[in-house]
């Protein structure tokens, strides 16, 4: 196994899993004249790779062995034990980097298995679509040893901007879950305030360029709000919670006037209104991360 093509000086390397994240992975290590090896269960989807450059690879195992480096980006973890299992022994001596999306118990499930199976382990995810792999818009987060992050991180900036969060395996998929937990949360909002303005006979574009600038004065907020987090407490700098309920209220009022869905600010006004009832009425609305905290009643 050689760790350098001696004619590219690159990694060579294998992508399982041709799915539309899959081949963006694979053109974008083909962009970077990586030597690169392709498998897909369904060989038509490997085809149009094959016309950049790449080796299409007959079986898993052919695959694997092609180099040091195994990337798979599948439907979820339990393929990546289907397809890999049956080759478990050629994982040996190997670096297998897994961008499948999934569970941070099933990261760590799987750290244990392929590490049984003598080989490194790196496990991401990837915050992007595929149209953004490759430039600077893709950011993908990693997490396992940082000897294996730190000899491959070359190859792995390929894909985008690659950031090493820490050793523990399941790191990548909480991040990625507490990143679209906000992705979701501010995206019901803005459909809720446009299914409010729309009983109004206003239509959704006219509400957008208003919610850019809302979504993009609540980021600015952001970094303060972090820090009040940690520090553990919640000094009011722009509103306090009893403020915002007040608002949380009259949102619920509009919601019932236009015969609405009103699970969304039902649900907004019962958090301040628990954060209120421990003493954070006048804290800022950050101090409602202190009924996040916690299970649902």
Known sequence: MHDLDADTGRVPLSVLGLGLM??????????R????????RTRAKAEPLAAQGAQLAWTVRDAVTAGPLVVICVSDYDTVRDILEPVSRDLSGRTLVNLTSGTSQEARETAQWVIHQGAVYLD??????????GTANATVL???PTTAFDRHQQALSSLGSPVYVGADHGLPSLFDAAALSLVWSTLNGFLHGAALLGKAGIPATAFARLAKTGIE????????????IDDGTYPATESTVNTNLTGMKHLLHESHAADINTELPELLATLAE??????HGNNSYAAITEQLRHPSP
């Open 22 to 31: 899959g081949q963006a992975l694979a053109a974008a290590f083909l962009g």
């Open 33 to 40: 004249g990586h030597p690169t090896t392709v498998w897909n």
């Open 124 to 133: 991401g995810a990837i915050m992007a679509v595929p149209p953004a792999i």
């Open 142 to 144: 990693y997490s396992g």
């Open 217 to 228: 004065t609540v980021a600015d907020w952001v970094p303060g709000y972090a820090q009040q």
């Open 274 to 279: 628990r954060a209120v009832a421990k003493g």
